[in-house]
């Protein structure tokens, strides 16, 4: 269902984060260093993808997701962050789907940003306890990507970590159900695309799914369905 002033926050998604995405994107993919390769890695230089292409690219995804979070959120003091996730997300996003690597360039300097927005929404509306699960679930979520990472290094990269840790902060806020929904349903996304990419001989067990795209996706789901579900569970 759709929130209070769904219609109004949806607008502000829109015209907010597409515009954001389409300018930054590019930029940062200038201007983000290389990673460091393994012997026989290779990857497109960021740099390389810093083009109209990816500017629209971004740009899209950024809309379409602010729209998502503005519609089911509404104009509540959390959307602040939302749709600073929702920029950074889709620039992220487009990284890794073109390089199969999360640049923590622009994942660490994410949290504090989203860490702040998050602080000024409980500063706003008084949701101390909303901040609080909100660390505590970004905790556990880096957590057990952590554990994944550690276990299965070649299916869960290091930047996928990293991810955990900023989208369990923002799903958090919202609740445990959403959290639960966005971060792990995310995570059966990819296995279940990645064991369908294998078996159709699409890609080799060696190769490395993107992992971001589907976390993104998998928040977003959390956003629209994460309430829901814990309320049918619990029903």
């Known amino acids: 269902m759709p929130a209070d002033n769904a219609l109004l926050a949806a ?9 954001a995405a389409y300018l930054i994107g590019p930029w940062l993919m200038r201007r983000i260093p ?5 012997e026989g890695e290779v990857k497109i230089p960021y740099a390389d993808l810093a083009s109209r292409r990816a500017a629209f690219w971004c740009g899209l995804l950024a809309a379409v997701s602010g729209g998502l979070v503005g519609w089911f959120l509404g104009t509540t003091a959390v959307l602040v962050a939302w749709l600073l996730l929702a920029v950074a997300g889709a620039v992220l996003g487009y990284i890794d789907a073109r390089t199969r690597y999360l640049p923590s360039a622009i994942i660490w300097p994410s949290y504090l940003v989203i860490g702040l ?13 909303s901040f609080r699960r909100a660390v505590l679930a970004g905790v556990i979520g880096f957590a057990v990507f952590y554990v994944l990472w550690f276990v299965f290094p070649r299916g869960v990269g290091f930047g996928d970590v990293r991810l955990s840790g900023l989208l369990g902060m923002a799903l958090g806020w919202l609740g445990w159900g959403e959290f639960i929904t966005g971060l792990y349903g995310g995570f059966f996304l990819g296995a279940i695309v990645g064991i369908a990419l294998i078996v159709g001989k699409v890609m080799t067990r060696k190769q490395m799914v993107p992992f971001g795209p589907f976390m993104l996706i998998g928040a977003l789901a959390g956003v629209v369905l994460g309430g829901s579900l814990a309320e049918l569970y619990v029903g």
């Open 11 to 19: 607008g502000a998604g829109v015209v907010f984060c597409g515009p």
């Open 34 to 38: 290389e990673p460091t390769l393994e």
């Open 117 to 129: 927005a998050l602080l000024g929404a409980a500063v706003v509306s008084g949701e101390w306890g």
